[in-house]
Nanobody
Framework: QVQLVESGGGLVQAGGSLRLSCAASGRTFSSYAAGWFRQAPGKEREFVAAISLGGGVTYYADSVKGRFTISRDNAKNTMYLQMNNLKPEDTAVYYC????????????????WGQGTQVTVFS
């Protein structure tokens, strides 16, 4: 199993930037594909970005493409989400997740989740 802990959330003005981190422990992080998801109040959890085991393949939701960048450093057992040009509609709790096969956009296909970190964007 792998345990995941997110950090880096906060309060930021629209147009600003934040970088989220997801620190993994337990089994070797390079054994897992991983992704970022978010959930706004009253809404379902949605896909944001995903990355393959080695980091060579990435996927993004259309709503964040060109603004967010997912990356990972397997030597540090950490995944990142660089978020630029943030908008109020990006406000949500952001979760990292991992699965032992290929990266996917499907929320329910990830068995391992962190506890989430709040991102609030004000205009």
């Amino acid at each position: 199993q792998v345990q995941l802990v997110e950090s880096g959330g906060g309060l930021v003005q629209a147009g600003g930037s934040l970088r989220l981190s997801c620190a993994a422990s337990g089994r070797t992080f390079s054994s897992y594909a991983a992704g970022w998801f978010r959930q706004a109040p009253g809404k379902e959890r949605e896909f944001v970005a995903a990355i393959s085991l080695g980091g060579g393949v990435t996927y993004y939701a259309d709503s964040v493409k060109g603004r967010f960048t997912i990356s990972r450093d397997n030597a540090k057992n950490t995944m990142y989400l660089q978020m630029n040009n943030l908008k109020p509609e990006d406000t949500a709790v952001y979760y990292c997740a991992a699965r032992s096969v290929s990266a996917t956009r499907t929320v329910n296909s990830y068995p391992y989740w962190g506890q989430g970190t709040q991102v609030t964007v004000f205009s």
